[in-house]
């Protein structure tokens, strides 16, 4: 079955880095796209980023770029989310997804799933 | 930026119908996305594109849309159905993914 395993999360004082991984197994990841998302304390969902399944095209929310960049290793089955210039409102749980959807005419529907548990970073003196 | 509305709550007896709403402009050109999330637990795709059921998801969870508005309806409403859910589209326009604010669905 498909597993999605982060890890990388911690403690980072503002205006560090933290990379984060997303160990996948159970799909060809070559094929499909992937999805970060974190999720405050006590918040709702906020979508981060994705990155297409060749890892040519990639998208970003404005809260993120320029500071974030996403990658795949497509050798190691991993997802990478390079994170830089950390502020306290990073503060969350980010989740990697395995994305899926299609595209007509340039125009998309993407969604998310299964999900990872999910990795803690902390953005505090 | 492109913008999802949902209500904060929705409370429902246990066997009754719950409808969760999401509205957005134009939303009818979009897919919408549904997502359950339980305390302490990663969410859960529970209706893609619209009305698509993933295999694991019981019948009792459906998509639909009208007008400026989608709409996830679960129906027999269960203990277990107590939790948060998301809708969320892609924008297209701007190659964004974007999340609804949130529904929490309490069971009286």
């Known amino acids: 079955q498909v597993q999605l395993v982060e890890s990388g999360g911690g403690v980072v004082q503002p205006g560090g880095s933290l990379r984060l991984s997303c160990a996948t197994s159970?799909?060809?990841?070559?094929?499909?796209?992937m999805h970060w998302v974190r999720q405050a304390p006590g918040k709702g969902l906020e979508w981060v980023s994705f990155?297409?399944?060749?890892?040519?095209?990639?998208y970003y929310a404005d809260f993120v770029k320029g500071r974030f960049t996403v990658s795949k290793d497509r050798s190691q089955n991993i997802l990478y989310l390079d994170m830089s210039g950390l502020r306290p409102d990073d503060t969350a749980l980010y989740y990697c997804a395995k994305g899926d959807g299609y595209c007509i005419s340039g125009i998309c529907s993407r969604w998310l799933g299964p999900w990872g548990q999910g990795t803690l970073v902390t953005v505090s003196s | 930026s492109y913008a999802l509305t949902q209500p904060p709550s929705v409370s429902v007896a246990p066997g009754e119908t719950a409808r969760i709403t999401c509205g957005g402009n134009?939303?009818?050109?979009?897919?919408v996305n549904w997502y359950q999330q339980k305390p302490g637990l990663a969410p859960v795709l529970v209706i893609s594109?619209?009305?698509d059921r993933p295999s694991r998801i019981r019948g009792r969870f459906s998509g639909s849309e009208a007008g400026n508005t989608a709409s996830l309806t679960i129906t027999r409403v269960e203990a277990g159905d107590e939790a948060d859910y998301y809708c969320q589209v892609w924008d297209s326009s701007a190659d964004i993914g974007v999340f609804g604010g949130g529904t929490r669905l309490t069971v009286l």
């Open positions: 990155i297409h399944y060749d890892g040519e095209k990639k």
């Open positions: 159970g799909f060809n990841f070559k094929n499909y796209g």
């Open positions: 594109d619209d009305g």
């Open positions: 134009f939303i009818g050109s979009k897919g």
